[in-house]
DNA sequence: ACCGGTACTTGGTATCACACGGTAATGGAG
DNA sequence: CTCCATTACCGTGTGATACCAAGTACCGGT
């Protein structure tokens, strides 16, 4: 696929919080989890800044976890404000996404 | 609606490319329809960037065209390339489109 | 002569994905 | 015991993009 970089703006945020809502996370595992839903060259590069920050917006609760095979693992959770931001996020993007699917669709105008 | 800025990322130059895609069409023109597409806050000053970048990727035509009323308008068309780099848009917005609809729909994995 | 609508341009800011490199902890192969 | 792969995280810089703000210019009507 091509270079999705520009799309992906603002979009993988949302994923993340998505991810996050079906219970704690933590970074790694995040991206494979981007992987397998179809964003294949998403990086940990890219990742690990959007957890930045979730946690400086506090969006998101921190808690350290010791690993059997790694160093400690920095486990994330959606708090009330981060669950209200993905919904707002479902909700730009049902609009966006309407938008553009009716453009497709029509000639005129 | 909320801040959109972001999810917009890639999105206007397409939405640009479609709507000349059904015919030449100058700056000021195109802003409005924008507009009426939904995209109500979308203004001058980010269109007028988009174009010139249209205008350097070789993906339109432009034509210095007298307007009745007003400053003689700057009028693009599609060529070859820009029909193409249209195509690759709507192939890239159906890939992540169709990835975030399944992401939205499922709550496991 | 002024003003509102038309039309384009420019400069600066913020945000984001991403590449690149670095750090650290564990466990197994040699 | 040492090397190395895997797991796991962090920081910096770059490039692309939308957007804001302000400015320039052309025209018609009052």
Redesign the interface.
């Known amino acids: ?2 270079d ?8 993988l ?3 993340v919080l ?1 991810i996050l809502s ?1 219970g704690g996370n933590y970074g790694y595992e995040i991206v494979r ?1 981007l992987n ?4 294949a060259s998403v990086a940990e590069g890219t990742v690990y800044p959007i957890l930045l920050r979730l946690e400086n917006k506090r969006l998101v609760e921190v808690a350290r976890v010791k690993s059997e095979s790694g160093p400690p693992r920095k486990v994330y959770t959606l708090n009330a404000r981060g669950r209200a931001a993905l919904e ?1 996020f ?4 049902e ?6 699917a ?3 669709e029509t ?3």
């Open positions: 696929m091509d999705l970089t520009e799309l992906l703006k603002g979009v945020e949302g994923c998505h079906r989890s397998r839903a179809g964003f707002a479902w909700r730009r993007w609009f966006v996404s309407s938008r553009l009716i453009m497709k000639d005129n105008d």
